[in-house]
C-alpha cells in the first residue's frame, strides 16, 4: 500500500542517515591530544570513619565532603608520549564524637586535604575519534589538621606509585567523553592504619564552545575511597 511504502522509505532513509553519520569523521584527532592546562573547582568526600579507643573514653570520627580547586597540566613531546601532572587542595568537614567516663564531647571543624602526581604517559589515537592512553605516576598525599587541644589524628604525608589507563571519545565536534580506572599506592587515608592503596576511577565530559584549540567546559566524578566531583575549565593548546 502506498502508506506501507512511505513508511518503509522514511525508515530506510533514517538508517542510511545514521549509518553516514557514524562512518562519517565528527571531529579532528587535534582535540584528542595532550596539551592542556585545566583549572577547576574540586569538592573531595573523604569515605572515611572510625572509633578509636582513648583511655577508657571511645572516639568518633566522621568525615564529609567540602570544598578545594584542582589544577592540572599535560604536554605532548615526541611519539605520542606526554608529561603529566596535577594538583588538588581541600578542606573537608569532619566531626569528633568523644564518649565515656570523663564526659561527651562532640568537636566539628576542617582538616585539609592535598593530593599530587606526576608522570608520564602514552596516547594511541585510535581513527578520528578515539584515543586510548596510559600513565604511570607518583603519588602524594597529605592530610593536615584533624583533632583537638592535645590529641593528633592526623598530620602525616605519604607518596607512592601510581597507574592509570583511559579512554577519550569525540562523541561529537565539540563534545568529548572521558572514562579511567587508575591505581594509587596512597590513595586510601586511613585514620588507624595510616595511608593505604586503593584503585579509582571516573568519568569527564567536556564541551569545546570555541572550536578544538580554545577554552573547554568540563565536569566529572571520580570514585575511591575519596570520591571527587570536579568541574571547571580545559584551556586546549
Avoid at 35 to 59: K, N, Q
Wanted: proline share 3%; glycine share 12%; charged share 25%.
Amino acid at each position: 500500500m502506498p502508506g506501507d511504502r512511505k513508511a518503509r522509505f522514511r525508515s530506510a532513509s533514517l538508517l542510511l542517515a545514521l549509518c553516514c553519520w557514524a562512518l562519517t569523521p565528527q571531529a579532528s584527532a587535534r582535540n584528542l591530544d595532550f596539551r592542556f592546562i585545566d583549572v577547576e573547582y574540586s569538592s573531595p568526600d573523604v569515605d572515611e570513619s572510625a572509633t578509636l579507643s582513648v583511655g577508657a573514653d571511645s572516639l568518633r570520627l566522621d568525615t564529609d565532603e567540602d570544598r578545594g580547586y584542582r589544577v592540572a597540566a599535560a604536554w605532548e613531546l615526541l611519539f605520542n608520549v606526554h608529561v603529566f601532572g596535577e594538583y588538588a587542595k581541600g578542606e573537608n568537614d569532619y566531626r569528633l564524637t568523644l564518649t565515656g567516663p570523663s564526659g561527651d564531647l562532640s568537636v566539628s571543624d576542617n582538616f585539609d586535604l592535598a593530593r599530587g602526581r606526576l608522570g608520564l604517559g602514552y596516547g594511541l589515537p585510535i581513527g578520528e575519534r578515539w584515543a586510548v592512553y596510559g600513565r604511570v605516576t607518583w603519588d602524594y598525599i597529605d592530610v593536615d589538621d584533624i583533632g583537638f587541644d592535645t590529641l593528633n589524628l592526623g598530620d602525616e604525608d605519604d607518596n607512592g606509585v601510581g597507574a592509570e589507563i583511559g579512554v577519550r571519545w569525540m562523541l561529537l565536534e565539540s563534545v568529548e567523553l572521558q572514562g579511567w580506572g587508575r591505581y594509587s599506592d596512597v590513595g586510601d587515608p586511613d585514620v588507624e592504619e595510616g595511608f593505604d592503596d586503593d584503585m579509582l576511577g571516573g568519568f569527564k565530559a567536556r564541551w569545546y564552545p570555541f572550536g578544538a584549540e580554545d577554552l573547554t567546559f568540563q565536569v566529572g566524578y571520580e570514585f575511591g575511597e575519596i570520591n571527587t566531583f570536579n568541574g571547571g575549565l580545559r584551556f586546549v593548546f
